[in-house]
């Protein structure tokens, strides 16, 4: 049998979260009855014991040695068979009719693609304060958070997938040069407001509130930054690798 969709995971040291993760995956694709999908797991040259986890739970892996997310994600495309992509982050749940409305916009064929609004399972108040205010952004400005970003496959190779010039933010990038290329097919990006995607919102509980302030804040004023991975730690960093 052909297949439909992919599930495209981009896995860097997430020997914690994959298991659940795949799992919780498997459950909202059994939800999809009438498509075919497949999990493709990239391991971004982890250290741990993510590449294995992925093998013994019978999902595609994949081997990308320089570790970068958006070039990780472009390595699991080009490995994935389905028509249709849906980038999910390792730390990620996805609701049962998330990923059903995703398909159904995707299969509509006018959509492009889109993403979804977030929330975190039991997070502090500061960090859900954090997603309301992403969450508005994302809604108004069409703009996808990288732990889900869904797209026909057409759409994403004639944009160029995810810019390998940028070590963060490339899933905002990507949703702008998706909208763009798929305009003269008068396709639209959707951002799908309910159910929300569910993140560990990890980030925002191992980094200092300061830290984050000052990163942004930064990161505002100078987004040249994004294309060097030494200013964009809070993406890549564990805390047992800060020092």
Not at 176 to 200: D, E, H, L, M
């Amino acid at each position: 049998m052909s297949i439909d969709y992919s599930i495209i995971i981009p896995a860097f040291n997430e020997e914690d979260y994959l298991k659940t993760t795949i799992n919780r995956l498997k459950e909202a694709m059994d939800s999809v009855p009438l498509l075919k999908g497949e999990i493709v797991v990239v391991d971004n040259n982890s250290s741990d014991n993510t590449s294995e986890i992925a093998k013994n739970m019978g999902v595609n892996v994949v081997f990308e040695a320089i570790n970068q997310i958006s070039r990780a994600r472009n390595v699991g495309a080009k490995n994935a068979k389905g028509r249709y992509f849906i980038f999910v982050d390792a730390d990620t749940i996805v609701p049962p009719q998330l990923l059903q409305n995703a398909i159904n916009n995707l299969t509509s064929e006018q959509c492009c693609g889109g993403g979804a609004t977030l929330m975190a399972d039991k997070a502090p108040a500061l960090v859900k304060a954090v997603l309301a205010y992403w969450n508005a952004i994302s809604r108004t400005f069409r703009l996808a958070a990288g732990c889900f970003v869904y797209a026909r496959r057409d759409d994403f190779e004639t944009c160029g997938g995810f810019s390998e010039n940028l070590y963060a933010t490339e899933e905002v990038w990507f949703s702008i040069a998706i909208k763009r290329a798929a305009r003269k097919y008068k396709r639209k990006f959707k951002i799908i407001n309910q159910p929300k995607v569910i993140t560990s919102g990890r980030k925002l509980v191992w980094f200092s509130h300061s830290y984050q302030l000052i990163l942004l804040l930064v990161l505002f004023l100078f987004p040249f930054l994004m294309r060097f991975k030494w200013a964009c730690g809070y993406w890549y960093r564990r805390p047992e690798q800060k020092k």
